[in-house]
């Protein structure tokens, strides 16, 4: 990031180059302005120190002009070194103008880069931290497969129970909250085993419990 912004103030037309600029026709091509390069304050000083030169060799001509030449030759003169006068005051102007933004500029970008070396030392902690929390979640996950298994092993007893009732007898419930596609009575109970996937740790490192199976959003487990 730059912390020294440049400023775009010219003081003619002059300065403002043209570029082409091709119309719906393919013959036709207009010349429009292009803005102005940016200028720093060290490039504006160095436009003023040539001006202040230019406006002194200017006014030490002035007495040979006065002496040799015509009264013409003496207004015209007179006319560029006021014109090279106000060329001077406009870079003045522009200078300072310039000198002000870039220490903006510069509080802006020391104020950012302190926030960012700020958030990266936070950051830095944080991946540390979770480098312990991974660790972590592995041995809670291994913890819980064989709470999972038992649900599953308990959910597939009770799932052939009810598809063979006995005369007269109630289905008999799944012993957690009831879970079914849309939440539709009239489809078979999800049981928690057959939802939970638990990944392992890494892009291509599988699942610690549940793998995804052919059928969308179906989970099964086959111990290793």
């Known amino acids: 990031m730059n912390a020294l912004p440049t400023v775009n103030v010219r003081h003619d037309r002059q300065d403002r180059a043209l570029a082409p600029v091709v119309g719906l026709k393919p013959s036709k091509t207009v010349l429009y302005p292009m803005p102005p390069a940016p200028r720093t304050s060290t490039q504006i000083s160095v436009e003023r120190d040539t001006a202040q030169a230019e406006r002194d060799a200017l006014e030490a001509s002035r007495s040979g002009v ?50 960012r070396k700020e958030l990266h030392r936070k950051a830095m902690k944080a991946s540390a931290e979770v480098a312990t929390l991974a660790d972590q979640y592995v041995t809670e996950a291994q913890r819980l497969v064989p709470l999972l298994a038992k649900i599953r092993e308990r959910a597939a007893l009770i799932a052939e129970a009810n598809r063979g009732l006995p005369d007269g007898a109630d289905p008999v419930p799944p012993g957690e909250p009831r879970c079914s596609w849309e939440g539709r009575s009239d489809q078979p109970h999800s049981s928690i085993a057959s939802r939970v996937k638990l990944p392992a740790l890494g892009t291509d490192a599988g699942y610690i419990w549940g793998e995804v199976a052919p059928i969308y959003g179906r989970i099964i487990h086959e111990p290793h």
């Open 66 to 115: 006065l002496l040799k030449g015509s009264a013409d030759d003496v207004a015209n003169l007179d006319h560029r070194i006021a014109v090279t006068k106000i060329r001077l005051d406009q870079l003045e102007v522009q200078h300072a103008a310039a000198v002000i933004a870039e220490i903006n500029a510069k509080a802006t970008h020391e104020a950012e880069q302190k926030r």
